[in-house]
């Protein structure tokens, strides 16, 4: 059984810089798990912010950026705003065909 | 531009069947896999279930392995999602999403559509 792990919660000032992770129980996440990320306010559906690790959706701000850092899946976001303020899941290709969401990090911009 | 419309959600009682639909445009779909991923109320997303760009190949999460079916129609760019023996576990917003790459995880995603299942 496959666990992606991501921080329930994570807290940024206003202009602040966050790095949120995205394990993998398994092991290390490398570019051929193609993590990626979404955002998701209450009653949306996901809005991608990354694909395959550093790949910015169209119209995504360059203040979004993925990465792997230290064997994790990271996204950073700089210079946070208020609408910031979200739901943020990774997700992560483990094979066959099958993708592995984690649990989702609750973003508060305060 | 990239669109995707999930339909044919609604209320299922314990054990009932549904089928729901997703119609694709904007992109050439018969080049692209696709997925299933559902959020209950108040949760995560799950991925669900995937099929390859010709359909010949399937894959199914756990929890749905054996009850549930994905198929597409590349000549009407549809992708359907065939539900049966639901349960009240299954209520969920059940999104389509577009690979972006080969399996490689989602770039576009459609509204959803809501399952209910009670009696």
């Known amino acids: 059984q496959t666990v992606v792990t991501q921080e329930p919660s994570f807290s940024v000032s206003p202009g602040g810089t966050v790095t949120l992770t995205c394990g993998l129980s398994?092991?290390?996440?490398?570019?051929?798990?193609?993590p990626s990320w979404y955002q998701q306010t209450p009653g949306q559906s996901p809005r991608t912010l990354i694909y395959?690790?550093?790949t910015r959706s169209s119209g995504v701000p360059d203040r979004f950026s993925g990465s792997i850092l230290e064997n994790k899946a990271a996204l950073t976001i700089t210079g946070a705003q208020a609408d910031d303020e979200s739901d943020y899941y990774c997700?992560?290709?483990?094979?066959?065909?099958?993708?592995?969401f984690g649990g989702g990090t609750k973003l508060t911009v305060l | 531009e990239v669109q995707l419309a999930e339909s044919g959600g609604g209320l299922v009682q314990p054990g009932g069947s549904l089928r729901l639909s997703c119609a694709a445009s904007?992109?050439?779909?018969?080049?692209?896999?696709m997925s299933w991923v559902r959020q209950a109320p108040g949760k995560g997303l799950e991925w669900v279930s995937s099929?390859?760009?010709?359909?010949?190949?399937?894959y199914y999460a756990d929890s749905v392995k054996g009850r549930f079916t994905v198929s597409r129609d590349n000549s009407k760019n549809t992708l359907d999602l065939q539900m049966h023996s639901l349960r009240a576990e299954d209520t969920a917003f059940y999104y389509c999403?577009?690979?972006?790459?080969?399996?490689?995880?989602?770039?576009?995603w459609g509204q959803g559509t809501l399952v209910t299942v009670s009696s």
């Open positions: 997700v992560l290709y483990v094979g066959s065909g099958i993708s592995v």
């Open positions: 099929i390859s760009t010709s359909g010949g190949s399937t």
């Open positions: 395959s690790t550093n």
């Open positions: 398994s092991g290390s996440v490398s570019t051929s798990n193609y």
């Open positions: 904007g992109f050439t779909f018969s080049t692209y896999a």
């Open positions: 999403a577009k690979h972006s790459n080969s399996w490689r995880p989602f770039d576009y």
